[in-house]
């Protein structure tokens, strides 16, 4: 049973009955709920729970056999993919980047609407992410993993989306790296009331960057609410999990 705290304010994105099924195999089943407006959402679960399935829908990329997602109260399905993606964007883990420079790879977005991309644009991005305008033509084979990510945030940001998918983004990084991206997501939170949604393996990352939680199994959301919920939660088997006895 899905259980779920109430938040006050405006909602970003709204889940209800949502289903995915992919060769047969349920992946999503039955999902409702929401991402409030300007707050982060953290993700947590086991792995194959469906997380980054659900990013995918709400981007885009897969259309729910069942049910409906809405952004900003309007029907998914109803949006052009380009501007839902525009208005959605995604962050993944592995931060691909193309071969060449910094700048090429904060112009792509621009190149793919046949737009330019003014160099002055670039280093103003650059500055949000906390890279200076020296970092503009560095091969991004020379950056470390913090400052592809970076990169890949700025990127993210081009096209100004209202929401963020973050899917796993500092797994692969040090604990200074991982600091200083979890203050960047803050920072771009707080300062352009962009709503974020982060899957996160850690624990301890949901509770201290999250303003809100959903916990997802085998496809289900099982709880979801206020983040605290994770130091109390209500079901057993999030119980178990929060434990580390989820099997």
């Known amino acids: 049973m899905q259980q779920s705290n109430d938040v006050t304010g405006k909602v970003a994105i709204e889940l209800n009955h949502v289903s995915y099924s992919d060769e047969g195999l349920d ?17 947590v679960g086991p792995s194959g729970a469906g997380k980054t399935t659900i990013f995918r829908l709400l981007n885009g990329l897969i259309s729910p056999i069942n049910g409906d997602i809405y952004l900003f109260g309007e029907n998914t399905q109803s949006i052009e993919p380009t501007e839902l993606r525009r208005t959605v964007g995604i962050a993944l883990q592995d931060a691909t980047m193309l071969r060449g420079s910094v700048y090429k790879n904060l112009a792509m977005p621009k190149t793919l609407q046949n737009q330019e991309f003014q ?41 100004q989306p ?86």
């Open 119 to 159: 160099k002055e644009e670039a280093e103003h991005l650059l500055t949000q992410v906390g890279l200076d305008a020296s970092f503009l033509n560095r091969d991004v084979a020379d950056l470390s993993g913090g400052q592809r990510q970076k990169v890949s945030i700025a990127r993210t940001l081009v096209n």
């Open 27 to 43: 992946i999503i089943k039955d999902v409702s709920g929401i991402l409030p407006e300007g707050k982060i959402t953290t993700f």
């Open 162 to 247: 209202r929401v963020l998918l973050l899917d796993e983004i500092t797994s692969s990084l040090d604990r200074i790296s991982t600091s200083d991206i979890e203050h960047l997501i803050q920072h771009i939170n707080q300062e352009f009331a962009v709503t974020i949604a982060w899957i996160t393996h850690n624990l301890e990352q949901a509770l201290h960057i999250g303003d809100y939680t959903w916990v997802m199994m085998n496809g289900e959301l099982i709880e979801s609410g206020n983040t605290d919920l994770l130091e109390n939660p209500a079901d057993p088997r999030v119980q178990q999990f929060v434990k580390g006895d989820w099997q």
